[in-house]
T-cell receptor, first 113, second 115 residues
């Protein structure tokens, strides 16, 4: 089964600073990859998904961007953070508990001050 | 449009009570998957169950049971004899074909089980 690594686990950044969150996956090849954000306590919002290297689909207009430079690497970035970018960011990938089950990483908690 | 609704924002029960978490979904697809995930205070999402749209059999796993009814577009989750360790946020989710197979989540139900 695959393993999803996310880092950093926790990040505190000032408004206007850049951001890079990284997700890497082990134990699978050419997976679909997803970035979700959980803001202010609960709801999980899909930000981006990727079906292959260099292929990024954006779900909502926002201050963030994503890239997939390698098969098992998915990066979430921002050039200038906003207060509203604070939240818990989760990377996900199919597999683990079944072919159609999304498995999630441990998440990166971002606080923008 | 696809949508998942968890109308119960918060539920509080006393240990050993049974509790049911409601989930209603919307989709025009005939093939889809439904899921429940648990999010304990640590934040990580833990997969609990998957159901495909062609399998309406109820499922029981220990103290957990799930009732899937296509006629009412519902996929409810019951915890029998709740325990303090069941305290968490529970998410119902829908996965459809296309659009990268993304998961669409409900807003979650925060369950608090008091001793």
């Amino acid at each position: 089964s695959q393993t999803i690594h996310q880092w950093p686990a926790t990040l505190v950044q000032p408004v206007g600073s850049p951001l890079s969150l990284e997700c890497t996956v082990e134990g699978t090849s050419n997976p679909n990859l997803y970035w979700y954000r959980q803001a202010a306590g609960r709801g999980l919002q899909l930000l981006f998904y990727s079906v292959g290297i260099g292929q990024i689909s954006s779900e909502v207009p926002q201050n963030l961007s994503a890239s997939r430079p390698q098969d098992r690497q998915f990066i979430l970035s921002s050039k200038k953070l906003l207060l509203s970018d604070s939240g818990f960011y989760l990377c996900a990938c199919p597999g683990g508990s079944g072919a159609n089950v999304l498995t999630f990483g441990a998440g990166s908690r971002l606080t923008v001050l | 449009a696809q949508k998942v609704t968890q109308a119960q924002t918060e539920i509080s029960v006393v240990e050993k009570e049974d509790v049911t978490l409601d989930c209603v979904y919307e989709t025009r697809d005939t093939t889809y998957y439904l899921f429940w995930y648990k999010q304990p205070p640590s934040g990580e999402l833990v997969f609990l169950i998957r159901r495909n749209s062609f399998d309406e059999q109820n499922e029981i796993s220990g103290r957990y049971s799930w009732n899937f009814q296509k006629s009412t577009s519902s996929f409810n989750f019951t915890i029998t004899a709740s325990q303090v360790v069941d305290s968490a946020v529970y998410f119902c989710a829908l996965r459809v074909w296309g659009q990268g197979g993304k998961l669409i989540f409900g807003q979650g139900t925060e369950l608090s089980v008091k001793p």
